[in-house]
């Protein structure tokens, strides 16, 4: 038996890939001086009336808090919507400023999409947003998390059903724009609404929530016309509403 002097092998660790708080971390060592020559170097022909071309939108709905209108027949919403989409145009290498990854930007610089409630209960003011800082990444992509407040058409069923389970829904698709030039999917592919800072105040429980993504095709035309639907299940908390009415 031919002796064989024990070794130990030693092997890196791999390297675990970036996850998506990586991806969308805020800090970096750049100062003032270099954001500053960075800001004026993108937008110095910049148009932000014009599109990007074959946009892919990553929209999501983190639910805050929601009243249920029985006088409209509706839902009222107050939400954090999530938008990331990529704009080449707004790309730069970070060595060149410092390491700078990330700019604040005022919303009202950039081109955004224009992504509405389409079974909005109020037709003149569909989605109202604050028109917070957008995050522009050195990959061109931009993060834009906007609280808004809507009121949503709902087939509520409570006269009937007082105790008995509701679905409304929150629908959003682009108001101009078709899926070959500004495409939807759900961000971070979760096909429901984040709950992580639902505070409740509304009298019902939600039971569920999901989403669904169609395509609409008009007779005109050969392109599809996408949308997201967020829907949730609720049911009404018993004692609340005469808590309420008192």
């Known amino acids: 038996m031919d002796a064989v002097a024990d070794a130990t ?3 890196e660790a791999p390297v675990a ?7 969308y971390s805020t800090h970096d060592n750049s100062t003032v001086e270099q954001r500053t020559k960075l800001v004026a170097k993108l937008f110095k022909d910049y148009n932000n009336k014009v599109n990007p ?4 939108l990553k929209f999501g709905v983190a639910l805050i808090d929601f009243h249920i209108r029985e006088d409209r027949d509706a839902m009222e919403s107050y939400v954090w919507l999530r938008y990331v989409w990529q704009d080449p145009r707004l790309a730069w290498n970070k060595e060149e400023f ?8 005022d919303s009202k610089m950039v081109w955004k999409p224009d992504v509405t409630l389409y079974n909005s209960a109020d037709l003149v003011n569909m989605i109202n947003c604050w028109e917070s800082n957008v995050l522009i990444y050195s990959t061109g992509e931009i993060l834009w998390v906007p609280p808004c407040k809507m009121l949503s058409r709902c087939h509520l069923t409570l006269r009937k059903e007082p105790y008995g389970e509701q679905v409304c829904g929150l629908k959003f698709g682009s108001w101009t724009f078709d899926g070959f030039v500004l495409d939807l999917d759900f961000y971070k592919g979760n096909k429901t609404m984040d709950l992580e800072d639902f505070h409740n105040s509304s009298g019902f429980k939600v039971l569920s929530t999901t989403a669904e993504r ?29 808590i309420k009415k008192w």
């Not at 890939?17 to 991806?23: I, S």
């Not at 071309?53 to 892919?56: E, R, T, Y």
């Not at 410092?98 to 930007?105: D, E, F, K, T």
């Not at 095709?217 to 509403?241: A, Q, V, W």
């Open 9 to 11: 092998t030693t092997t």
């Open 17 to 23: 890939p970036p996850t998506e708080d990586d991806k």
């Open 53 to 56: 071309d074959k946009v892919k």
């Open 98 to 105: 410092g390491g700078a990854s990330v700019l604040r930007i």
């Open 214 to 242: 169609t395509d609409k095709y008009y007779s005109c035309c050969k392109e599809p016309y996408p949308d997201l639907t967020f829907n949730m299940t609720i049911k009404r908390i018993p004692g609340e509403e005469l």
